[in-house]
């Protein structure tokens, strides 16, 4: 069975960073792409950042853009996201995921093969 192991989060104050790491255990697996969604309460959840994992592409949702910075270890079996500049609208839950085609890469979870457990991430104002 694989899994997608979180940590990181926390809590921080407006305009301080946080850092995420996602690690797979367990066999192999197919994985094109993977990225971080997140979803705050009584909201729907949304795409945050994805990585290709046979190139070297990076995608942000508009509203993290020039924030946060997605990026992958050289084996392709951890994810990471590093947050600046945090917003308390950045406050959620956020789950790193696995998917099977590049159709992460454009905000999408239909693909998504394995979900981290996720780590709540707390901005205060």
């Known amino acids: 069975q694989v899994q997608l192991v979180e940590s990181g989060g926390g809590l921080v104050q407006a305009g301080g960073s946080l850092s995420l790491s996602c690690a797979a255990s367990?066999?192999?697996?197919?994985?094109?792409?993977m990225g971080w969604f997140r979803q705050a309460p009584g909201k729907e959840r949304e795409f945050v950042a994805g990585?290709?994992?046979?190139?070297?592409?990076?995608y942000y949702a508009d509203s993290v853009k020039g924030r946060f910075t997605i990026s992958r270890d050289s084996a392709k079996r951890a994810v990471f996201l590093q947050m600046n500049s945090l917003k308390p609208e950045d406050t959620a839950v956020y789950y790193c995921?696995?998917?099977?085609?590049?159709?992460?890469?454009?905000?999408?979870?239909?693909?998504?093969?394995?979900w981290g457990q996720g780590a709540q991430v707390t901005v205060s104002s």
């Open positions: 995921a696995s998917a099977l085609d590049n159709s992460l890469l454009r905000g999408s979870s239909y693909q998504v093969n394995y």
């Open positions: 367990g066999r192999t697996f197919s994985s094109y792409a």
């Open positions: 990585v290709s994992w046979t190139g070297a592409r990076t």
